[in-house]
Nanobody
Framework: QVQLVESGGGLVQPGGSLRLSCAAS???????MGWYRQAPGKQRELVAT???????NYADSVKGRFTISRDNAKSTVYLQMNSLKPEDTAVYYC???????????WGQGTQVTVSS
């Protein structure tokens, strides 16, 4: 069992930046990690993923603005969010999964609000 704890959310003005962190309770080097978000009244959607080999993938809506990274030694995944827009407002969730082992873990989420 892997427990994930997100932090770093908050209120920011349009054009501002935030850095989200996801701290895992155990080793994550073998897992694919990702960030997802869910806005009110909408389905949860992929924001960015990073494989256990370091390959990254981004939703078109955040390409060029968000950067996902991982520090396996610290069992932590980050999401650097720049040039934030009001439409980025959502609860952001950290995800940890292993397709081979059939494991899929979620954090409790952190609120990001982009508003003037």
């Amino acid at each position: 069992q892997v427990q994930l704890v997100e932090s770093g959310g908050g209120l920011v003005q349009p054009g501002g930046s935030l850095r989200l962190s996801c701290a895992a309770s155990g080793r994550i080097s073998m897992y694919h990690m990702g960030w997802y978000r869910q806005a009110p009244g909408k389905q949860r959607e992929l924001v960015a993923t990073i494989t256990n080999g370091g390959s990254t993938n981004y939703a078109d809506s955040v390409k060029g603005r968000f950067t996902i990274s991982r520090d396996n030694a610290k069992s932590t995944v980050y999401l650097q969010m720049n040039s934030l827009k009001p439409e980025d407002t959502a609860v952001y969730y950290c995800n940890c999964r292993s397709y081979g082992l059939g494991l899929n873990y979620w954090g409790q989420g952190t609120q990001v609000t982009v508003s003037s």
